[in-house]
């Protein structure tokens, strides 16, 4: 048999080596690596004329970035068998993982195979906390920091060191831009539809965040080979305060809208309503808020923020709340809806209709309105 021949064989065994690839959260408290990717290979193999109950004598799945691998084998993989591999990274790290898989055809070492390495299709499974545990370890306040750190020159400073201080700052420039194509392919590992507009909207303040604290080092950049010595102090002095003003703004965005979808944890201190606040009279009725747990926590940590969720719905005189959960099995599901059916501000729950998620979602109707039961 030809080259060519043996080729055409592996082409079309290889159709029937399944892999499967997912990527998670880690949900473990402080896991050291945040996300999960999951691989499974599956030997889905059929074809009449091969009646050998093991086809692939060794199967090598290889995985990691170049040229560090993790190496999971298996032998003797029959027909309808599959095995998994767990791989835990930092998120900056998953769109930088690749795998390949090699091994031997029986019978008898009739062929041997390798499938080049290739990168992770970017399918959105990631949940939306994972985007901001993704910002929170980016720290994009970080070039804010380096800037106010920056030393200015002085007339004293020679043309090596001026020239030195313009490469730390090109420096600066190369990474936050690096940072933001990070960002924009991390996104793309994201499943935000419950919250699109949600999304976007603060993709957009980040991106002119960072475009703007990008622009601004490079205004730091050019007084530097103008040999501005004196201009370049009060520029940066300027350039600090209003990237202040702008990071203090993005942080209250992201705050804002973690609590609005559920994601925070961050609690928040209502003090007892004084006899002016009763005089407010009942606040205009919100038909339905939702949260979403399903995915970003475990029972421990899921359980408080509902707590937390209903008051705030109450206090909102939001008439229905909606929580996803998700289906799995029904450990989530079961927590949220013993915890609302004991709840005083519940008045009754029930699954949510099919178009709203069905057994995954729980929907609960709050009772009327009373800031003396808050």
Known sequence: MTLSGLSSIWDEISKFLRVDISISQDLVPNAKYPA??????TNTFEHEEFQTDVLFE?????????????????????????????????????????????GRVSPALLLTF???????????????????DF??????????EQIKSFSAPTQDTTLADMKSKERALNALT????????????????IDYDRARDDILQYRKAVEEYLTGTQREIGDLIQRLTNHDTQGFGKTRDRIVTKL??????????????GQKLGILTKVVEH?????EASKIGTPPAIPLREIDLHGNHNIEEAIPMLQDFIKESYRDNVRVIRIVHGKGIGVLRDAVRTHLESHKLVKSVSSADKDHGGEGA?????VDYNMNLL
């Open 58 to 102: 060794e199967v090598q799945l290889k995985v990691g970035m170049p040229p560090n691998w993790h190496v999971e084998k298996v032998e003797n993989f029959s027909i309808g068998q599959s095995f998994s591999y767990e791989h835990h990274c930092n998120y900056d790290e998953i769109m930088k993982v690749q795998w390949a898989l090699e």
């Open 362 to 366: 729980t929907e609960a109707q709050l």
């Open 244 to 257: 202040s003003d702008r990071a203090s703004t993005l942080d209250k965005f992201t705050e804002d809208l």
């Open 271 to 275: 003090k007892t309503l004084n006899l």
């Open 135 to 144: 910002l929170e370890h980016m720290n994009i306040h970080k070039w804010l």
């Open 114 to 132: 390798h499938v080049r390495p290739s990168n992770l299709n970017r399918n959105r499974q990631l949940p939306v906390k994972a985007y901001f």
């Open 174 to 189: 190369s990474e936050l831009m690096n940072s933001k194509q990070q960002l924009q392919d991390f996104l793309g590992l």
């Open 36 to 41: 999960i990717i999951k691989f499974v290979v």
